[in-house]
């Protein structure tokens, strides 16, 4: 057998068989510092834990490590705080490695007996906190590489420099927004192999990332063909992947992106459970570099089509607006941002119309295409309610039906967001009228007198509206 078939018959078997090692805490993306230190108490067999660092706020820093081999691998997770697809997959990859008896034992036995792994699964743990981006400091680690000026990015550079790391695993998420070029498919996977310098030059540490690159490309395209992509390889001299290849190390930058369907990333958990998996397959028995030569690697690398940024959530079509009295046949471009809650351990949905024109470069996650059909404002209960909990006294269906479905109240609800698919008005105006950049998507679709869709924050079908995509303005 090939090395790549191999490889795709081993990223097959672990596809299936994930849900044995899925770590079962973890279902949502919002989990934080406190969820996984019991985790990690509770690792034995061939992984040990250990305090590595603190974070400026004095939560733990704790490193992961597994096998006794020469070639040593460095892989962390939520450098920012809001990015924790992988560090799941990292979790499930930790009760992987400590089974035994299921059919891959022969791969573990590879894996720990030729590399030496060093897994930290929550860099930036004052960010999850928070559920943001950022450090408590308000500074992106991924741009400190240079001054060191998080206690975070200084233990990231001490760990690289210390262990001399064959292979850097740097695993974050990105926009789900990103096509896979001209395409129109959602990014699901993101690479790149980070340039060293601004001539983008290849060298034996780069091409090596490009292999390992190209390798999970070809086990990925069985589980979502045509959905991978990379990043434009521009050079960026605060960061830490550019850095970390230039200090001598592999880097593999991997981006989880979106995935229709799959709001808390279950779905690309898995894949960066099989993708990483398999890298690792490929640098313990050095797989990566048998099959290629460098031509065929970059070659092959180069091929993968470029992020994109031409999504929409959502994308309507030729629809004709009034403006001014007149009618006007646009495009209207709507997006989906999650809202913490005030913990930040879930998120409601407060939509916007991002663009409106001529929309045809693009593409939506979802689309309607409106062609014959009106944008028109959505109707308003008659009376001016005290309070949200009054809804329960209406017919609610029947209202929608009508086309009501924003509601005047005195007071704001609690929560902010209501449970029912309706547009609360304490402060705001009613949508669409006309329809303008940055409103909140709330409006009928109508042909004639018959309504053909109705649009509440951007959500049109009751089926989609499960969770709190109500809205208050």
């Known amino acids: 057998m090939s090395t790549f078939s191999q490889a795709q018959d081993i990223s097959r078997r672990l596809y299936d068989a994930h849900e044995t090692y899925k770590e079962k805490t973890f279902m949502h993306r919002r989990f934080k510092h406190s969820a996984i230190v019991p985790l990690l108490d509770s690792l034995s067999g061939p992984l040990s834990v250990s305090q590595v660092g603190e974070s400026m706020e004095n939560r733990a ?28 997959a990292l979790f499930d990859i930790f009760n992987f490695l400590r089974a035994e008896n299921d059919g891959f034992d022969s791969l573990r036995q590879t894996i720990l ?11 930036n743990p004052d960010g ?25 990015g200084r233990l990231l550079k001490r760990l690289q420099q210390s262990l001399k790391p064959l292979v850097g695993f740097n695993l974050h998420d990105q926009n789900p927004r990103y096509s896979v070029g001209k395409t129109g498919k959602q990014a699901v996977v993101s690479f790149l192999a980070t340039a060293y310098d601004r001539d983008r030059n290849i060298n034996d540490v780069r091409q090596r990332s490009m292999q390992l690159i190209v390798g999970m490309n070809q086990v990925l395209q069985q589980f ?18 550019d850095n970390i290849q230039k200090w001598g190390t592999t880097l593999v930058l991997i981006e989880s992106g979106g995935f229709l369907g799959d709001p808390e990333k279950m779905a690309i958990r ?32 180069q091929a993968i089509p470029e992020n994109n940024r031409a999504l929409f959530d959502v994308l309507i079509r030729n629809v004709t607006t009034v403006q001014k009295g007149k009618p006007v046949v646009v495009d209207i471009g709507i997006n ?11 998120f409601s949905y407060k939509s916007s119309i991002e663009d409106i024109g001529d929309l045809s470069t693009f593409y939506g996650l979802q689309e309607i295409d409106a062609t014959g059909l009106t944008l028109t404002p959505v ?6 309610l005290e309070s949200d909990a009054e809804l329960e006294k209406l017919d609610i269906a029947t209202l929608r039906r009508d086309g009501v479905t924003a509601f005047k109240v005195v007071k704001a609800p609690k929560d902010k967001f209501p449970e029912q698919p309706i547009h609360l008005l304490y402060r705001g105006k009613l949508p669409a009228q006309p329809v303008s950049l940055g409103q909140v998507p709330t409006f009928l679709l109508k042909k004639g007198n018959e309504i053909r869709y109705r649009l509440v924050n951007g959500f049109w079908e009751d089926d989609q509206l499960s969770r ?3 809205v208050v303005e």
């Open 128 to 152: 999850a906190e928070r559920w943001q981006r950022r450090t408590v400091s308000d500074i992106d680690m991924n741009r400190d590489a240079l001054r060191l000026q998080t206690p975070e």
């Open 113 to 123: 007996t030729n590399t030496s792994l060093y897994f930290v699964p929550m860099l």
């Open 468 to 470: 709190k995509n109500g």
């Open 224 to 241: 979502i063909p045509g959905q991978v992509a990379r990043y434009d390889d521009e050079f960026e001299p605060r960061a830490f992947g």
């Open 336 to 346: 989906h941002n999650e809202v913490n809650n005030k913990g930040a351990t879930s």
């Open 270 to 301: 898995k894949l960066n459970f099989v993708a990483i998996l398999t890298a690792l397959k490929a640098i313990a028995d050095s797989s990566y570099a048998q099959e290629n030569t460098a031509g065929q690697v970059i070659a092959q690398y």
């Open 61 to 88: 820093i704790y490193q992961v490590q597994a096998g006794t081999g020469p070639a040593k691998v460095l892989l962390w997770s939520q450098m920012h705080g809001d990015e924790a697809t992988a560090t799941m």
């Open 379 to 384: 109707g308003v209960y008659e009376s001016t």
